[in-house]
């Protein structure tokens, strides 16, 4: 399995950002998928996560209300809406896949990674 992820960039505070992230080669064996994130200095913590059906969600708490995950599986896309971006938001996000059923907020619990986009806020 083949993550991508696209979509970051250069955004000022308060504006917005969609992640993207194409799944590619085995997806049959992707149930859940998920967004970690890794700013400068700091560890890699997780974002967001989505079941396979896309009816369950979970979020860091202190990003609900700003940061929406979807997925279409028709397309093997899963994405990130992120709004009233803050300048603590600057990381690189990386996209994620897990075999398991169950969203996890743990890094070691995914299997597949992608190589992560830079999304950069300017307070």
């Known amino acids: 399995v083949q993550l991508q992820a696209y979509g970051g960039g250069l955004v000022q505070a308060g504006g917005f950002l969609r992640l993207s992230c194409a799944a590619s080669?085995?997806?049959?064996?992707?149930?859940?998928m998920g967004w970690f994130r890794q700013a400068p200095g700091n560890e890699r913590e997780f974002v967001a996560g989505?079941?396979?059906?896309?009816?369950?969600?979970y979020s860091e708490d202190s990003l609900k209300g700003r940061f929406t995950i979807s997925r279409d599986n028709s397309k093997n896309m899963v994405y990130l809406q992120m709004n009233s971006l803050k300048h603590e938001d600057t990381a690189v996000y990386y996209c994620?896949?897990?075999?398991?059923?169950?969203?996890?907020?743990?890094?070691?619990?995914?299997?597949?990674w992608g190589q992560g986009t830079l999304v950069t806020v300017s307070s």
């Open positions: 994620v896949a897990r075999r398991g059923v169950q969203i996890r907020v743990e890094e070691g619990e995914y299997d597949y």
């Open positions: 080669g085995r997806t049959l064996a992707i149930l859940s």
């Open positions: 989505i079941s396979w059906s896309g009816r369950s969600t």
